[in-house]
T-cell receptor, first 107, second 115 residues
Framework: LAKTTQPISMDSYEGQEVNITCSHN???????ITWYQQFPSQGPRFIIQ???TKVTNEVASLFIPADRKSSTLSLPRVSLSDTAVYYC????????FGKGTRLHILP | NAGVTQTPKFQVLKTGQSMTLQCAQD?????MYWYRQDPGMGLRLIYY???????DKGEVPNGYNVSRLNKREFSLRLESAAPSQTSVYFC??????????????FGPGTRLTVT
């Protein structure tokens, strides 16, 4: 099972683009990369998932380099409501959520 | 569709008491999970059920038992509650569990305090 490493916390300002990078050096060939968002007092919510290159949806983009040993979640033009914890999961996502990255958006 | 529902929302137990946390999903998912989340921490998997009729231990199974009653319902039982089990408990479900990474859908959580 691939282990992931992410920054513990990040601050940014409203309107900025935020990039959160996750490293997963031991990712297996068949593993997907999945990101979840969790607000206080709520369960995590799926944001985006990808296997390689770039994936974009209405909420975020996910950039995955060719070696797939890391991935970057990109949140365009963040607002105060994007303040949350963001988790990166690799592979069999039933197991390891880790502590995630606490993103704090400032006005 | 209600998604994943959990009952109760809050519960206070005394040490040694038992209780069952209920979880149900209406998305016809095969897999269901129970996690606990301690303050300021990530989620830790307690048990999961890959399909109806099967259950497996996760990272922190001690002190818990589970029952996959049918495809919709997955319950978590604390036989003799301890203060260390004070936590928020989340139930989740997904279509499958293989490394293709099926999206998990989470319930609203149960806040349990053991005194």
């Amino acid at each position: 099972l691939a282990k992931t490493t992410q920054p513990i916390s990040m601050d940014s300002y409203e309107g900025q683009e935020v990039n959160i990078t996750c490293s997963h050096n031991n990712i297996a060939t068949n593993d997907y990369i999945t990101w979840y968002q969790q607000f206080p007092s709520q369960g995590p919510r799926f944001i985006i998932q990808g296997y390689k290159t770039k994936v974009t949806n209405e909420v975020a983009s996910l950039f995955i380099p060719a070696d797939r040993k890391s991935s970057t979640l990109s949140l365009p033009r963040v607002s105060l409501s994007d303040t949350a914890v963001y988790y990166c999961l690799v592979g069999d996502d039933k197991i390891i959520f880790g502590k995630g990255t606490r993103l704090h958006i400032l006005p | 569709n209600a998604g994943v529902t959990q009952t109760p929302k809050f519960q206070v137990l005394k040490t040694g008491q038992s209780m069952t946390l209920q979880c149900a999903q209406d998305m016809n998912h095969n897999s269901m999970y129970w996690y606990r989340q301690d303050p300021g921490m990530g989620l830790r998997l307690i048990y999961y059920s890959a399909s109806e009729g099967t259950t497996d231990k996760g990272e922190v199974p001690n002190g818990y038992n589970v029952s996959r009653l049918n495809k919709r319902e997955f319950s978590l039982r604390l036989e003799s509650a301890a203060p260390s089990q004070t936590s928020v408990y989340f139930c989740a479900s997904s279509e499958g569990t293989d490394s293709l990474g099926y999206e998990q859908y989470f319930g609203p959580g149960t806040r349990l305090t053991v005194t």
